[in-house]
């Protein structure tokens, strides 16, 4: 499960202010829909943990963004003559 969570981050880092929120509110309604977990457990926990889980894979999203940036700036001037 907690692949599922970088993953999601991982690919929709770039918003990483939604991708974190979804997580927060997300996983703990898909954990309590599949009866993985009862509302009466500790969601806020459930929430805390989506939120690291997203947070490493929107981590990761942003630093691959960052070096391929500096790899491939967007404002180089290349000819094509």
Same mark, same amino acid.
């Given at each position: 499960?907690?692949? %599922?969570?970088?993953?999601?981050?991982?690919?929709?880092?770039? $918003? $990483?202010?939604? %991708?974190? !929120?979804?997580? !927060?509110?997300? $996983?703990?309604? /898909?954990?309590?829909?599949?009866?993985?977990?009862?509302?009466? !457990?500790?969601?806020?926990?459930?929430?805390?943990?989506?939120?690291?889980?997203? !947070?490493?894979?929107?981590?990761?999203?942003?630093?691959?963004?960052?070096? /391929?940036?500096?790899?491939?700036?967007?404002?180089?001037?290349?000819?094509? %003559?």
């Amino acid at each position: 499960m907690i692949p %599922t969570l970088i993953l999601f981050g991982l690919i929709f880092g770039r $918003w $990483w202010r939604s %991708t974190l !929120a979804a997580a !927060a509110v997300g $996983w703990p309604a /898909v954990l309590v829909a599949s009866d993985a977990m009862s509302i009466e !457990a500790e969601l806020l926990g459930a929430s805390a943990l989506a939120i690291v889980n997203a !947070a490493a894979g929107v981590l990761s999203h942003q630093v691959i963004l960052r070096i /391929v940036r500096r790899l491939h700036p967007s404002g180089s001037s290349h000819s094509d %003559t």
